[in-house]
């Protein structure tokens, strides 16, 4: 059975009394079910409304409780890791994780099966040893029910080694068969974005059939493992004409291959950055119109000269 670990002066702690009733009732819903999912401290983004059962269902209120566990530390918005929304803070310090409960899954499997190879062994000995009581009217000597173990022991790991044999060579057997996701193409990509989104916007982004096309377009663009980051880098942008439009997918998908170099680059492109260039252009086209050449002056005094004293002989 699934539990979490919580110290008991927690009620007391300097995070815990700046929030409300039901902000503190939600996280302790939020320790619950990340140990029900095994989900190491993460929430998934479809069931934050199970957060909020028998409570307010005002979206306003549930975003109200949200922002609180983010602002004292509680929660933590999460952008590594999708198809996740939110993660618990330090939640692995306290509690256990999906890779030691895994652990102890094995391992207690592995006893119960030697537990079951042992009384299987036990039970096949004693069946003998009243077997041969019965044949010859007396009951096995120590020496003899040693070996009558041994060589039962011996049986069931000729039978377990059988049944390993048989199973490698029907796995080889099988063709080879290419796996395929089980969640849509876009499903990693808008986790990231309505993320992003709700942290911006403060609240979920419409989601259709329309979107959702837009943004499997864009997986098609810039590929399965940058889309969710070029979506969550779009939101974040303070380009005007993104604002004003509120970040809507089509301008995502419009501008994707732009918004990946930038994306790369880290280098977010502004209106003055694309003023300045445009000013440049400007100058550099005067110039270009202009055609000035560059000219030789003329020395006109010869001339002069000549038409001087032609004047003083005619008088």
């Known amino acids: 059975m699934a539990y979490i ?3 008991n002066t927690f009620f007391l702690h300097s995070k815990a009394t700046r929030i409300s009733q039901l902000a503190e009732l939600v996280y302790m819903r939020s320790l619950q079910l990340s140990s029900l999912n095994v989900s190491d401290g993460n929430i998934y983004s479809k069931d934050v409304e199970l957060l909020f059962i028998r409570t307010s269902t005002k979206v306003r209120t549930q975003l109200k409780v949200i922002r609180e566990l983010l602002e004292v530390g509680l929660w933590e918005c999460n952008f590594v890791e999708f198809p996740f ?6 939640y692995l310090f306290y509690q256990t994780s999906k890779q030691e409960i895994k652990s102890k899954q094995l391992i207690n499997k592995e006893n119960g099966r030697k537990g079951g190879l042992a009384k299987a062994s036990k039970h096949s000995t004693d069946s003998l040893a009243r077997s041969v009581e019965q044949v010859f009217g007396e009951p096995l000597t120590e020496s003899v029910e040693e070996l009558v173990k041994i060589n039962s022991s011996l049986e069931i790991e000729i039978e377990i080694e059988k049944e390993k044999d048989k199973k490698e060579k029907i796995i080889k057997s099988l063709p080879a068969v290419k796996l395929q996701a089980v969640f849509p193409k876009s499903s990693l990509t808008w986790d990231a974005y309505a993320a992003a989104y709700m942290q911006r916007w403060k609240t979920n982004p419409v989601r259709n059939s329309q979107v959702n096309a837009q943004l499997c377009k864009l997986v098609d ?14 939101v974040s942008h303070n380009n005007p004409f993104y604002v004003s439009k509120r970040h809507p997918t089509n301008l995502l998908l419009q501008d994707a291959e732009g918004l990946h170099t930038q994306w790369v680059t880290g280098i977010k492109s502004t209106t003055e950055e694309s003023r300045k260039a445009e000013r440049t252009d400007d100058v550099v086209n005067q110039v270009a119109r202009c055609g000035i050449e560059k000219r030789e002056p003329v020395d006109i005094t010869p001339q002069l000269k000549e038409l001087f004293y032609e004047n003083e002989t005619q008088h």
């Open 5 to 7: 670990k919580l110290e």
């Open 85 to 90: 929304h939110y993660k618990i803070h330090n």
């Open 221 to 234: 663009k810039v590929g399965q493992d940058a889309a969710p980051c070029v979506a969550a880098f779009y």
